[in-house]
């Protein structure tokens, strides 16, 4: 049966359409965020990062927003494809401090 | 760069044993290395911070006597699950710090504690 409590918040969408994942962030302190991407049973892979002197980054398909005013993060993947599959997790950090804070994760399913 | 491998991919052991994890950075030198778990559906929870010559820091709840962890050299640290019990089993993930802020993961532990 179903696992309550351990949901994670999903986005479906086709094969070639624009995908955007979102993420609220709490501590104000934190001036460097990260995305990362994780397929099932492996671990976190770097995806693309952002410093709070910074509203947008550009990757390789992939864009990053930052929102400091309201403490908002997103990660945009263009033309999505099955192989972007997988849960996706933003992490913060403030400058200097050693770890990092993990958000719940959302999961990307891509239909062919 | 920035590759980070994890030994055992994959480990089933008996209740009561003791299991070791490699992490090791393989093509640069990092002075800290962390330590998560992660349950199935779950987000990464860290469970220590490790530094390269000094003793470990372990996050509340996190028991130092039941896993312990070595970082012995720039591109080692070792995680060991002491006398492992069922409930030990879980995901266990390592990333190590090449820069400033940035953790790069290894491809995690799956234990099996029966």
């Known amino acids: 049966g179903e696992n309550v409590g351990l949901h994670l918040p999903t986005l479906s969408v086709q094969e070639g359409d624009n995908s955007i994942i979102n993420c609220a962030y709490s501590?104000?302190?934190?001036?460097?965020f990260i995305w990362y991407k994780q397929e099932s049973g492996k671990g976190p892979q770097f995806i693309i990062d952002i410093r709070s002197n910074m509203d947008k980054r550009q990757g390789q398909r992939v864009t990053v927003l930052l929102n400091k005013t309201v403490k908002h993060l997103s990660l945009q993947i263009a033309a999505t494809q099955p192989g972007d599959s997988a849960v996706y997790f933003c992490a913060e950090t403030p400058s200097g401090f050693q770890k990092l804070v993990f958000g719940t994760g959302t999961r990307l399913l891509v239909s062919p | 760069g920035a590759v980070v491998s994890q030994h055992p991919s994959r480990v089933i052991c008996k209740s009561g044993t003791s299991v070791k994890i490699e992490c090791r950075s393989l093509d640069f030198q990092a002075t800290t290395m962390f330590w998560y778990r992660q349950f199935p559906k779950q987000s990464l929870m860290l469970m220590a911070t490790?530094?390269?010559?000094?003793?470990?820091?372990?996050e509340q709840g996190v028991e130092k006597d039941k896993f312990l962890i070595n970082h012995a050299s720039l591109t080692l640290s070792t995680l060991t699950v002491t006398s492992a019990h069922p409930e030990d089993s879980s995901f266990y993930i390592c990333?190590?710090?090449?820069?400033?802020?940035?953790?790069?993961f290894g491809p995690g532990t799956r234990l099996l504690v029966l």
């Open positions: 990333s190590a710090r090449r820069d400033q802020e940035t953790q790069y």
């Open positions: 490790s530094n390269e010559g000094s003793k470990a820091t372990y």
């Open positions: 501590n104000s302190a934190s001036d460097y």
